[in-house]
């Protein structure tokens, strides 16, 4: 069976997720497809009944980024998938619920899914360098279960996929809630919370801007950023080598000081097979 990991990714720890759920799965051929590279959003994939798809995609309530866009590229044809969702030691709101309902339209059959922890894009001092070694030990268990399905012909999800509400005050529940209900599988921050700064140190080795999913950054004798196409994913944010990259909208750094007070401590991934 050939496996495909497709993922976005912006501050790779998604990427990871899925790289180690395919290590538990006896695949003869895994193939990668990073969907933060323009070109691989505009071509269509087309996957087979054999193919096994693991779809990894990070959370904001909702899918975050372009999901529509990562998600319409993909064609199955009665195509297994398994849904891989990360989030910032929070909760995953309703994105797997959505990444069920967009991929079934694609031609794809959810048989297995999860809520997984990866790095807060926004601070390295929350789910530090998640998903770790426990959560390796976890998603390659995780990609044996599945294997085992599989194996058995058997593609029925039977856990209920759950919207994870957040236990993060009346301002996520609110947004949550808003989330769950609006049409779509998509969630994004407001356009005016995008700003960057570049700092001073910035030694313009273009690592951001060839990270962009959505050519928003420039290097032209510095850095400049199109606050009309940059998605505010914080992929340049975190790959920067010198820190010299940092969102800066006021009302951005309240929402994260606050969800922050919840996010403290070791959350675990939830499983659905
Ligand atoms: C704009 C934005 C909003 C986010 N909202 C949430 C959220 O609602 N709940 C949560 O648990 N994590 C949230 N996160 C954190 C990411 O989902 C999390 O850090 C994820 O692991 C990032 O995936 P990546 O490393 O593959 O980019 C948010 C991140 C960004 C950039």
């Given at each position: 069976m050939k496996v495909y990991l497709v993922y976005f990714s912006p501050s790779g720890s998604t990427k990871k997720t899925v790289r180690n759920v395919a290590k538990g799965i006896d695949a003869t051929e895994v193939i990668e497809i990073d969907m933060l590279k323009k070109s691989n959003r505009e071509k269509t994939h087309s996957f087979g009944p054999n193919d096994l798809v693991i779809l990894g995609m990070m959370t904001?309530?909702?899918?975050?980024?372009?999901p529509a866009e990562v998600m319409g590229a993909l064609k199955g044809n009665n195509t297994p998938l398994v849904g891989a969702v990360n989030c910032g030691n929070g909760y995953f709101g309703s994105s797997l619920i959505a990444m069920q309902k967009f991929m079934s339209k694609q031609g794809f059959k959810m048989m297995a899914a999860g809520g997984f922890i990866g790095q807060y894009s926004f601070s390295?001092?929350?789910?530090?360098?998640?998903?770790d070694e426990q959560d390796a030990a976890i998603q390659f268990q995780f990609g044996k279960d599945i294997a085992k399905k599989l194996q058995q012909g058997d593609l029925n999800l039977y856990s209920k996929l759950s919207i994870?509400?957040?236990?993060?005050?009346t301002f996520s529940t609110i947004k949550c809630a808003i989330g769950s209900a609006l049409p779509g599988p998509g969630f994004s921050i407001p356009k005016s919370w995008n700003e960057l700064a570049i700092a001073?140190?910035?030694?313009?080795?273009g690592k951001c801007v060839k990270h962009c999913p959505v050519g928003a950054l420039s290097l032209n004798g510095k850095i400049t950023q199109d606050r009309d196409k940059?998605?505010?994913?914080?992929g340049c944010v975190n790959v920067c080598p010198r820190e010299a990259i940092n969102p800066i909208n006021e009302s951005l750094q309240k929402m994260v000081a606050n969800v922050m007070k919840f996010r403290q401590g070791r959350k675990e991934p939830k499983l659905f097979l």
């Open positions: 904001a309530t909702k899918l975050y980024g372009i390295k001092s929350i789910a530090t360098n998640r998903p994870d509400w957040p236990n993060e005050g001073d140190d910035c030694i313009q080795c940059c998605i505010g994913c914080q």
